[in-house]
């Protein structure tokens, strides 16, 4: 196994997810705060605010800071390339059925998304407020 694998495993590790109460109802869950950017070019603080509808299982919010303080560790050339990480190993750990990311560094600011191929359900995206 080499680093990169290591570094894979060691950050996916840090996502403890725990069971949805109501797995056959959507439901958003927001989370939010600032990390340390170390592996980031520039440094300086990134501002994260993840919001997902779970499938089976959801974070377990207290582990989400210990993943972030993980990942700031990772070499990023851009702020682009720290959030497809990001949002991998999210899709990946959780497996939600809708999940959209943004991280801000400053002015600059990345947003990310992605859901199940078959999943649908505008009436709740409606509801949130992307400000």
Not at 28 to 41: H, N, Q, V
Not at 91 to 119: K, Y
Request: one cysteine or more; hydrophobic letters at 40%; proline letters at 5%.
């Amino acid at each position: 196994m080499n680093i990169e694998q290591n570094n894979l495993r060691e950050r996916r590790a840090c996502l403890r997810t725990i069971a949805s109460p109501a797995p056959d109802h959507d439901r958003i869950s927001i989370l939010s705060g600032a990390l340390p950017s170390s592996g980031l070019i520039g440094g300086g603080q990134i501002h994260v605010d993840l919001r997902y509808i779970a499938d089976r299982d959801l974070i377990a919010a207290t582990t989400l800071a210990e993943y972030f303080q993980v990942a700031a560790q990772e070499p990023c050339e851009s702020l682009e390339a720290y959030a497809d990480l990001v949002i991998s190993d999210l899709s990946n750990e959780l497996v939600p059925r809708w999940i959209w990311l943004r991280l801000q560094s400053g002015g600059h600011q990345v947003i990310q998304q992605d859901c199940q191929p078959a999943w649908n359900n505008s009436e709740i995206l409606a509801t949130l407020d992307f400000s």
